[in-house]
């Protein structure tokens, strides 16, 4: 049974940083393409970053490009989001997912991701 969970969010004001973290298990870990996604309240779910297992490649979304960063340790079977400069509009829950597939984007949809963690919520305040 793959599961995914998240940790790490929390209440933080704008300008600050938080890094994320999502533990995998029941997946062998370094097939998988790992993704960040969020939801606002009353919005649809949004890509955040991605990190292929395929060539180790980062993507972002425009809204998130130079204030994030992603990142993945495969020994640990985590997957990382590392918050700077974190603003109003980052306020969401924020998704783990995984997919087999080795290409990305910075555009990735939800519904090319299999599994899903249940989200940690992020609340930025000024």
């Known amino acids: 049974q793959v599961q995914l969970v998240e940790s790490g969010g929390g209440l933080v004001q704008t300008g600050t940083s938080l890094t994320l973290s999502c533990v995998a298990s029941g997946l062998t870990f370094d097939k998988w393409t790992m993704a960040w996604f969020r939801q606002a309240p009353g919005r649809d779910r949004e890509f955040v970053s991605s990190?292929?297992?395929?060539?180790?490649?980062?993507y972002y979304a425009d809204s998130v490009k130079d204030r994030f960063v992603i990142s993945r340790d495969n020994a640990k079977n985590t997957v990382y989001l590392q918050m700077n400069s974190v603003k109003e509009e980052d306020t969401g829950i924020y998704y783990c997912?995984?997919?087999?597939?080795?290409?990305?984007?910075?555009?990735?949809?939800?519904?090319?991701?299999?599994?899903w963690g249940r989200g940690t919520q992020v609340i930025v305040s000024s």
């Open positions: 990190f292929t297992y395929l060539f180790a490649r980062a």
């Open positions: 997912a995984a997919t087999t597939q080795w290409r990305s984007s910075d555009d990735d949809r939800p519904d090319e991701y299999r599994h």
